[in-house]
């Protein structure tokens, strides 16, 4: 059963964010992908909660874009993104990014349920290029 294995926070600050999630809960960032993009246009910081160990997970914060909302995306592991899909698209769902590889991790895509909250579905693939 597919179950949330990272989150995703979008915001407008992302060192304000990070400060006040630090300050608040004493969570940790990390900047992902200085080494593979050498892009400032989307820094993307991975969020540490807690340790492995505990209950939990960990996530992401990234600058809002465009239309993009405010809020928090959960995604969930799924063994196939494509079969993940399907069944998004055939119970209702609205798929509002196409399946893109996350190098060297695995495959992602994102979706709205039938209420409009918006989630992802993620598949772990080392050789996603």
Do not use: C
């Amino acid at each position: 059963m597919p179950r949330p294995i990272h989150f995703e926070m979008s915001v407008e600050d992302a060192e304000r964010a990070r400060e006040f999630y630090s300050k608040v809960f004493g969570w940790t960032f990390h900047r992902w992908g200085d080494d593979k993009w050498g892009d400032d246009t989307m820094p993307y910081y991975l969020t540490t909660t807690g340790p492995d160990g505990e209950p939990g997970i960990n996530g992401g914060l990234m600058l809002r874009q465009g239309g993009m909302p405010a809020g928090t995306t959960n995604t969930m592991g799924v063994e196939s993104v494509d079969k993940a899909v399907d069944t998004i698209k055939s119970a209702g769902g609205t798929i509002i990014l196409e399946k893109m590889a996350v190098p060297g991790m695995g495959w992602v895509a994102y979706a709205t349920d039938t209420e409009g909250n918006q989630f992802g579905v993620f598949e772990m693939d080392a050789n996603a290029a």
